[in-house]
């Protein structure tokens, strides 16, 4: 039987003639030592001329939040992209199920952005968070590194052009948001270099309560890469023990948030047509460091 995780083992296909299509297939997850049922993972719309799929999956009540679906996520993941040559896998799921977000961030999909009305529940059409990852080895990506560290918007002209794409090219807005960064002594700027290719950036402000985040933008080129989520992940390193994170932000962008864990309060229409939101990480319990 296939090893899904140290207590975590395939014990058997659900649907036989799904494999035999090519479409689907499916697993059982069981405890390795009492063979209790602890759910389902499967491959399902599987396209094996392009090497695309999409990752579904379900757990018992009595073990989720106990790291079973991200583990068992993970399995048929790498089965897909080492043994049979996946290029792309998907995971959805609806917005308001938020555990579900978590489960795809710690299994290495990424959270590319919100399906509107995708899915059909009990209750209606959801909207679904569409996360993915890609086979880097197939492209050619698996040696690279991404460094992140601390910059200063004079010493980074990439930043600044990086801004630009984000917000826009009006030159007025562009020097509204790089002022903190330049004038403020409690602002920061981390970026993310990939094989010295500036790919992403982050700035932020430290207050007394709370760290606010200014700004995140990516490269085109470098998007639904994990870039965003590293910088994420580097600046809740970089918080001082005990302040929050928190940030303002709009409709296209709440789904990354929601998926990084981030409380979101809506904040009505600030202007006509457009909703605002607040977006909230508490400060973390035990912090860990860089590395």
Not at 51 to 56: I, L, P, R, T
Not at 126 to 148: Q, W, Y
Not at 276 to 284: D, E, G, S, Y
Request: charged share 20%; net charge negative; glycine share 8%.
């Amino acid at each position: 039987m296939p090893l899904l995780a140290p207590d975590v083992v395939a014990a058997g296909t659900l649907r036989g003639a799904d494999w035999r299509g090519g479409a689907h297939a499916h697993w059982a997850a069981a405890d390795a030592v009492t063979d209790d049922l602890l759910g389902r993972v499967s491959l399902k719309n599987m396209d094996l001329i392009c090497g695309q799929g999409e990752v579904a999956y379900w757990t018992v009540p009595a073990r989720r939040r106990q790291d079973v679906a991200s583990r068992a996520v993970a399995a048929p993941t790498r089965w897909a992209f080492d043994d049979v040559g996946f290029h792309r896998l998907e995971l959805t799921h609806s917005v308001h199920n938020l555990p579900s977000s978590r489960v795809a961030i710690e299994a290495g999909f990424d959270f590319e952005g919100v399906k509107r009305c995708a899915g059909l529940h009990l209750d209606g059409w959801h909207d679904m968070h569409l996360h993915a990852r890609i086979n880097d080895t197939k492209l050619g990506m698996g040696n690279s590194v991404t460094e992140i560290h601390a910059t200063t918007i004079d010493h980074s002209p990439a930043v600044t052009r990086l801004l630009a794409l984000a917000i826009g090219d009006d030159p007025h807005c562009l020097q509204h948001v790089v002022r903190p960064d330049r004038d403020d002594p409690a602002a920061g700027l981390l970026v993310a270099v990939v094989d010295h290719d500036t790919a992403g950036v982050i700035g932020y402000s430290v207050g007394d309560s709370a760290v606010t985040l200014l700004h995140i933008a990516t490269a085109p080129h470098a998007r639904n890469a994990g870039v965003g989520t590293q910088l994420l992940g580097a600046l809740r390193r970089t918080v001082p023990a005990g302040l929050s994170i928190v940030a303002e932000t709009d409709q296209d962008a709440v789904g990354f948030y929601a998926a990084h864990n981030f409380a979101v309060t809506s904040l009505g229409e600030k202007y006509p047509g457009v909703e605002r939101f607040r977006v909230q990480l508490r400060a973390p319990t035990n912090p860990k460091p860089d590395p």
